[in-house]
Each structure stands twice: as structure tokens, then as C-alpha cells.
């Protein structure tokens, strides 16, 4: 996808050039990163996942097929051991991660590392989204989702 059809995907979501939802940061961050120390896995919302939160969170881009999905951009704890699993991926690709969304149909997670890479950790294994929130909307919408290892340390 074109960043053209990517900003006409957000735009219909309801982002704009601008936007800042900064003032909802601490409600929306503070949620996971008090479920993720609960599980003894503590999370950081560094700069790229403030970033991303401050710019995309709260919004719902509709992922076309059928039946069609949706990813929230939500930063969102999933299930029991997800703390587990994040920090497992985290070791792997070497970075600290942050969960800034979920896909509504199957429940993964998407994860943001340091550096603005995306990931999301679904049931079949993590994959690799793209470096930073064009290529991974574009990859989410219509792919390719390739799989994390080929982005592991």
C-alpha cells in the first residue's frame, strides 16, 4: 500500500495529520504496564510506544476480507502469560517491547519495539510487521506478515 492508502485507511478510522490523544496516555499505557508487573513481567512504555499511543491509540482500522477483522490500536493485555510471551519475543529480538494493539478476530497482540518495529504475537508464533506504523498498517490491511525469526538477534 501506498502511504496515500494507508493515511485514507486512518483517516477513515478517524486520525488525522496531528493528531495527539497525549492527555489519555497515562490511562491507556498504565493499564498494561500494571497487568504485565502484576504477571512479574514488567513493561516500559518507552518513547516509540508514547509515540504510537499518542498518535494512533483508540483507534479501530477494519482489515478487509471475510469475515472481515479489525486491529485496535490499543495498547491491551490479552490472556494469562502474556507478560511470559512478550518477554520472550523481547529477548529474542533483542529489543524491549511494548503492546500497542490487538487484532479482534484471533486476539494477537501487536507489539512495538525501541526502534518503532512492529510485531504481532499470534497464537501460530510472532511475526514481523514492518519498521515502523505505514508498513505495518499496510502489512496488516494486506501483507505480507513475515515471520519474526528472520528479525531475531
Request: hydrophobic share 40%.
Amino acid at each position: 500500500m501506498t502511504t496515500e492508502e494507508v493515511e485514507t485507511v486512518l483517516a477513515e478510522a478517524g486520525w488525522s495529520r496531528g493528531r495527539d490523544i497525549g492527555a489519555q496516555l497515562p490511562g491507556l499505557l498504565g493499564l498494561v504496564i500494571d497487568r504485565f508487573a502484576e504477571e512479574g513481567h514488567p513493561v516500559e512504555a518507552f518513547p516509540a510506544a508514547q509515540d504510537f499511543v499518542r498518535e494512533f491509540g483508540g483507534l479501530s482500522l477494519v482489515i478487509p476480507g471475510t469475515p472481515p477483522d479489525a486491529v485496535g490500536c490499543t495498547p491491551h493485555w490479552i490472556y494469562e502469560e502474556s507478560g511470559e510471551d512478550v518477554a520472550e519475543l523481547a529477548g529474542n529480538v533483542g529489543r524491549k517491547l511494548f503492546p500497542v494493539g490487538f487484532e479482534t478476530s484471533d486476539g494477537a497482540m501487536v507489539l512495538i519495539d525501541e526502534t518503532g518495529r512492529l510485531f504481532p504475537m499470534h497464537h501460530t508464533g510472532p511475526y514481523f510487521l514492518g519498521a515502523n506504523p505505514y508498513e505495518a498498517i499496510s502489512a496488516l490491511l494486506r501483507g505480507p506478515q513475515r515471520e519474526a525469526r528472520d528479525y531475531l538477534v
